[in-house]
Each structure stands twice: as structure tokens, then as C-alpha cells.
């Protein structure tokens, strides 16, 4: 079986300063792994992804996100805060290893950058 | 502009009377899903669509139906809606079968149930 954890339902970030969205994953074979950004009343977007390669994903928006095969993470991070940034963001995990078609999705984080 | 468009957008509905939420992409892309999103539990897939007349079931089929008769419309139907239904539905598509590209969500149904 596949399944993320976003183990924080809220991160809260003055504008300037680096975030982290921690996600943490568990599959049996390798990963897939994504990040998705949901603004208000909107469909989720695609931020980035590791399939393989670097464990540094550069994706949209200056975020970045790095996969940690020894922790099974895959934190999504930025290095400077935009009051812009503020939504709800989703960890998803395939395991490339099975027949199975789906991305799990984890239950979210919403990140709220103050001004 | 490639798009996922989701009709309706907003919908409250009585227990019982069937309803359809209709799917339609412009990118010619072969896969197609619906997942419904309920706090605290993110999404969770609901069926999938690997190809026209190909389709499967996900997490939480339990009281939905979907078909896919055109490569572009995937429409999911609820012949007899509950209250346990009430949710917000996302309708996606992908070109790669979400083996290794990306999912395009539409814009989001928010199904009331009474």
C-alpha cells in the first residue's frame, strides 16, 4: 500500500523568511512523488515532481523540494516567503513499483505567509 | 487554453434525486479521474479512466458511477445521492496515466446533499 503524511495541518511563515512543508511517505517498491498547490475556491496545481535523478526537484513558483530516500521524505521548501505563497498544499506518492494507477494524496498543509 | 472544465460548479441536491457532474478536457489526454476532497483526509480517487470505454475503480467508488464514452468527457453520476456524499469533487486528466506526468485538475464541484 502507498501513503503520505503531512504531519502539519498549518504552517505559519513571516514574508521573507525561508518555509518548509514537511511530507513523508511509505511505499514498497520506488516512488513517484509530487507536490500540488490549491488557492482558494481553485483546482489543485502542479508544482513539481521527482521521478528519478537529483533528489533537488527545482519546480514552479522558486519552490524546490528534496527527496530523502533514508527518511522517506520529500519536504517542500522555498527559500524567501511570499504573502502570495498563503494556500493549501498537497503531498502525493505513486508507487512506481505496482500495477496501481493513483496518486495518494496527503491531507494537506495550509501555509499562511504573514505580512 | 488547455483546460478541465467541471459542470456544475455548486450544486445542493435532495437525498435520492440522481444527478451527473460532467467533465470535459481539451488536451486530448488519455487519462481521466475523479476524486472527492473532504477536510482532514485530502483527496481520495473515487474512479479512473485509463482510455475511452477503459475504467476503474479507486479508493471510495461506493455510490457512483462514471463512463467514458469520448476520449475528452468523463462525467460522474450518483443515481441515488446521500448526505455521505456531500463533498467537494475534482475532476483530472493526464497524458502519462499519472505514471510520471502530472495531473490537471478542473476548478471543483461542491455537491450539498440534503
Known amino acids: 500500500a502507498q501513503s503520505v503524511a503531512q504531519p502539519e495541518d498549518q504552517v505559519n511563515v513571516a514574508e521573507g523568511n525561508p518555509l518548509t512543508v514537511k511530507c513523508t511517505y511509505s511505499?514498497?517498491?520506488?516512488?513517484?512523488l509530487f507536490w500540488y498547490v490549491q488557492y482558494p475556491n481553485r483546482g489543485l496545481q502542479f508544482l513539481l515532481k521527482?521521478?528519478?535523478?537529483?533528489?533537488l526537484v527545482k519546480g514552479s513558483y522558486g519552490f524546490e523540494a528534496e527527496f530523502n530516500k533514508s527518511q522517506t521524505s520529500f519536504h517542500l521548501k522555498k527559500p524567501s516567503a511570499l504573502v502570495s505563497d498563503s494556500a493549501l498544499y498537497f503531498c502525493?506518492?505513486?508507487?512506481?513499483?505496482?500495477?496501481?494507477?493513483?496518486?495518494?494524496f496527503g491531507s494537506g498543509t495550509r501555509l499562511q505567509v504573514q505580512p | 487554453e488547455a483546460q478541465v472544465t467541471q459542470n456544475p460548479r455548486y450544486l445542493i441536491t435532495v437525498t435520492g434525486k440522481k444527478l451527473t457532474v460532467t467533465c470535459s478536457q481539451n488536451m486530448n489526454h488519455e487519462y481521466m479521474s475523479w476524486y472527492r476532497q473532504d477536510p482532514g483526509l485530502g483527496l481520495r480517487q473515487i474512479y479512473y479512466?485509463?482510455?475511452?470505454?477503459?475504467?476503474d475503480k479507486g479508493d471510495v467508488p461506493e455510490g457512483y458511477k462514471v463512463s467514458r464514452k469520448e476520449k475528452r468527457n468523463f462525467p460522474l453520476i450518483l443515481e441515488s445521492p446521500s448526505p455521505n456524499q456531500t463533498s467537494l469533487y475534482f475532476c483530472?486528466?493526464?497524458?502519462?496515466?499519472?505514471?510520471?506526468?502530472?495531473?490537471?485538475f478542473g476548478e471543483g464541484s461542491r455537491l450539498t446533499v440534503l
Open positions: 511505499v514498497s517498491g520506488n516512488p513517484y
Open positions: 502525493a506518492v505513486r508507487d512506481m513499483d505496482t500495477g496501481r494507477r493513483a496518486l495518494t
Open positions: 521527482y521521478i528519478t535523478g537529483d533528489n
Open positions: 479512466s485509463m482510455n475511452v470505454e477503459v475504467t
Open positions: 483530472a486528466s493526464s497524458t502519462t496515466g499519472i505514471g510520471t506526468g502530472e495531473l490537471f
